[in-house]
């Protein structure tokens, strides 16, 4: 398992655009310029995020992209899902025939981390990223971020 090139440059391209707050239409020759992106690679991931609506594009002289709703409101784990990326530590891509068309021991456990990342990278704000970016200080670090969930869990009591 691993986060491929398409996540990781989805959400920097996202950082990217989200810095720009709002005021004008970032270009994607812009964001290429800056983060070293190949162009035509950001036109494809663009056409996914625009597509799942967490980016509107601006036609003509002066257009590029705009966040479609507040930084705030846009999860790592949107990014991610919205580029196709798909972070899977099950060998069988959770469909339980991991070992010969049986759920392998350790399937639960693969499928345990699956969900756990996916929690975090939907807690994860794209504008806590900005705000880190522009060396502002965010509202939670990441190991803020963590001891609070961990928190969170020891405190809500188990459902029997």
Not at 16 to 45: F, H, K, W
Not at 115 to 126: A, D, K, Q
Request: hydrophobic share 35%.
């Amino acid at each position: 398992m691993r986060l491929t090139t398409k996540g990781r440059f989805a959400v920097t391209a996202m950082v990217d655009l989200g810095m720009s707050g709002g005021a004008a239409p970032v270009t994607l020759g812009g964001i290429s310029e800056r983060q070293r992106i190949s162009l035509s690679y950001l036109e494809q991931l663009f056409g996914k995020l625009r597509r799942s609506s967490l980016v509107t594009s601006v036609r003509g002289p002066g257009g590029g992209y705009l966040l479609a709703k507040p930084a705030s409101d846009i999860s790592v784990g949107e990014i991610i899902l919205a580029v196709d990326e798909p972070i899977d530590a099950t060998q069988c891509g959770g469909k339980e025939n991991c070992h010969d068309e049986q759920k392998c021991i350790t399937h639960d456990l693969w499928m345990d981390l699956n969900r756990h990342i996916f929690e975090y990278l939907g807690s994860v704000m794209l504008s806590e990223l900005v705000d880190k970016s522009k060396g502002q200080p965010s509202r939670l670090s990441v190991v803020e971020l963590v001891d609070r969930r961990t928190a969170e869990r020891r405190a809500t009591p188990a459902s029997a």
